[in-house]
């Protein structure tokens, strides 16, 4: 079963394959659904200081009948954060919010601080460098088992392995039908670094796409199943959000294989834009192009 299935990292911790997302889900709210995303198997949930709701996570954790050291947990060092001293103090509030000795990975979220996020004249090497140095130091100290980035490109791998004393581990990306940055992914890939599938759902768009949902119909499966199995064919972690129980549920019967017809039909579509209400969220300006 896919709930059960996991990566293994570079440094050997298993990462568990499906993840629950937790952004855009308030404190409060998040209790509940972390607590429903636990009693449908989930073991990994993804969360981040930018979603203000770390607390949540941890209480719903704490609150659950599921052992910690059973659930993997990731946190995010805020994109903002970009020197060595901030991030020092970030990570050990973030243990806090989670009220936790440990956290299983944490990302920092985004090479550029949000207000400048792919520019491409500034990809802040120094500072990331910064930065990365708080994550190694806290992964050698035990507060963290694993440590990565998130929506680094190449150039922004290849400053952390060519100047960094650790490896990132992860890169955690947007990834979904008609969104694929197949550059990234192979390079991280050939780098032994693990990628996480941001948005595998396209944040909901993807959900009326014709051609998604005819595929979907001769599997006997959602949309939304479509496209977690799509992302872990790609050999990614699939890291899906809901807030409703049912979907939560559905969303972990992938046991199901796309076809090789089926799969480069889906890699063929041309790529969607339609974020909604969230386009104008950073993490969707200007994403990956290189398909
Ligand atoms: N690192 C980063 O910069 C970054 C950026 C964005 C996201 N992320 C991570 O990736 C996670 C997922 O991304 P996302 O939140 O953008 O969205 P997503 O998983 O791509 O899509 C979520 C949307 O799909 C709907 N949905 C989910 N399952 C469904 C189902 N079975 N049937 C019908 N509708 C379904 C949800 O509505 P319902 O709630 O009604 O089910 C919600 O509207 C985030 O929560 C976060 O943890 C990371």
Same mark, same amino acid.
């Given at each position: 079963m896919v709930l059960n299935e996991t %990566? $293994? &990292?570079?440094?050997?911790? +298993?990462?568990? +394959?499906?993840?629950?997302? $937790?952004?855009?889900?308030?404190? /409060? $709210? =998040?209790? !509940?659904?972390? +607590?429903? #995303? &636990? @009693?449908?198997? %989930?073991?990994?949930i993804d969360t981040a200081e930018a979603y203000l709701n770390e607390k949540g996570v941890g209480r719903a954790i704490w609150e659950s009948n599921v052992d910690r050291d059973d659930i993997f947990v990731t946190t995010k060092l805020d994109g903002n954060i970009k020197n060595y001293d901030e991030a020092v103090k970030a990570i050990d509030e973030s243990l806090k919010h989670l009220e936790m000795d440990y956290i299983d990975l944490m990302l920092i979220h985004? *090479?550029? *601080?949000?207000?400048?996020f792919r520019d491409e004249n500034n990809h802040y090497f120094e500072e990331n460098?910064? #930065?990365w140095r708080a994550l190694e130091e806290a992964y050698e100290a035990g507060k963290l088992r694993a440590i990565g980035v998130s929506n680094f490109e190449q150039r922004d791998l290849e400053n952390l392995i060519n100047h960094g004393k650790i490896k990132p581990m992860v890169n955690q990306i947007l990834t979904h039908i008609t969104n694929v940055p197949t550059g990234?992914?192979? %390079?991280?890939?050939?780098? @032994?670094?693990v990628v996480e599938a941001y948005s595998p759902i396209a944040h909901g768009a993807i959900l009326d796409h014709p051609a998604v949902k005819e595929i979907a119909e001769k599997y006997e499966v959602s949309p939304a199943q479509l496209s977690?199995? %799509?992302?872990?064919?790609?050999? $990614? =972690?699939a890291l899906p959000k809901s807030t409703? +129980?049912?979907h939560m549920k559905n969303n972990t019967a992938v046991d199901f294989t796309i076809s090789d017809e089926d799969m480069k039909a889906l890699? /063929?579509?041309p790529l969607i834009e339609t974020y909604g209400d969230d386009? @104008? !969220?950073p993490v969707f300006r200007s994403q990956y192009k290189n398909k």
């Open positions: %990566y $293994t &990292l570079s440094n050997g911790v +298993k990462i568990p +394959k499906l993840g629950a997302g $937790t952004w855009m889900i308030d404190n /409060d $709210t =998040v209790v !509940q659904v972390v +607590k429903g #995303a &636990l @009693d449908s198997g %989930y073991r990994h985004s *090479p550029q *601080p949000w207000a400048e460098l910064e #930065a990234v992914i192979d %390079y991280s890939h050939s780098q @032994d670094i977690i199995r %799509y992302v872990l064919q790609l050999g $990614t =972690v409703n +129980k049912d890699n /063929d579509l386009e @104008d !969220q």
